[in-house]
């Protein structure tokens, strides 16, 4: 397993864009793919986006793949969600996750697949 930091969180005006990063510890991060969540409150969390081990295939959320792009750089042992045109149905806590990519297909829309998460950072959008 590894372990996962999200940084990049914050209060932002509707229209804006933010950076997430997950940072993750440990020399085979470059074999796992990861996946970001959220949870908006009062709600369950959701799948948001995927990018697989090797940054060649990512799947997200039909909603928001228009705004959303995720991607990785495993040099720096960190994955990246761009977010652009935000909205207020966007608040909520970002969690990145970690499963292992290597040999295996990618789904990962489902949250038991996952056997490492990060805190969660704090996505605030002002309407």
């Known amino acids: 397993q590894v372990h996962l930091v999200e940084s990049g969180g914050g209060l932002v005006q509707a229209g804006a864009s933010l950076r997430l990063s997950c940072t993750a510890s440990?020399?085979?991060?470059?074999?796992?793919?990861v996946g970001w969540f959220r949870q908006a409150p009062g709600k369950e969390r959701e799948f948001v986006a995927i990018i697989a081990w090797n940054g060649r295939s990512k799947n997200y959320a039909d909603s928001l793949k228009d705004r959303f792009t995720v991607s990785r750089d495993n040099a720096k042992n960190t994955v990246y969600l761009q977010m652009d045109k935000l909205k207020s149905d966007d608040t909520g806590v970002y969690y990145c996750?970690?499963?292992w990519g290597v040999g295996r297909s990618m789904s990962g829309r489902s949250e038991p697949e996952y056997g490492s998460w990060g805190q969660g950072t704090q996505v605030t959008v002002s309407s």
């Open positions: 996750a970690a499963t």
């Open positions: 440990g020399r085979t991060f470059n074999n796992y793919n």
